[in-house]
């Protein structure tokens, strides 16, 4: 590799990892706008594993917009991300994959008894397709595979003697 493709390479590898902090910040922002703004005009993001839909980022926009209501606080976070380039003749390609892990604490709605802490948690992996676009790079697939969840458990009074 020469230094200018591996330069090329390193600056594409920034912009990968920002698209993919700028998905988080979108959903736990609730910033559904931005977050169709991620996609090239061809994404999909596929939810099923965690009980959601699969659709095009317009329709899971849609669906996350409705569905994050009932957790007025989040924050993922997307770590080990694994970062692979498509190769185009020896030099860096316009598509790349993502493998990354994310754990997601969440807040039910109205369930806050004067406590901020997170009362719903989830984590698993992420599976992102990007393409490279006139607007830089873009997500084509997002695909969320759930591996867990911590729910509230349910308290129980002691039995009567």
Known sequence: MTQ???LATVMDRFAVDGLVTEYAVA???GDWEAYRGLFAPDGRADYRSAGGIEGDADQVAGWLAQSMQLFPMRQ????????RFGVLEQDTGDTARVQADYINPMRFAGHDGGSTA???VCGGRYAFGLVR????WRLRHVVVQEKWRR???????P???
């Open 27 to 29: 959903v736990d922002d």
């Open 133 to 136: 676009t006139d607007d830089g």
């Open 151 to 157: 729910t509230p458990q349910a308290h129980h009074e």
């Open 159 to 161: 039995a009567a003697t």
């Open 76 to 83: 993922h976070l997307i770590v080990n991300r694994r970062v």
């Open 118 to 120: 997170p009362d719903f």
């Open 4 to 6: 200018r493709v591996e």
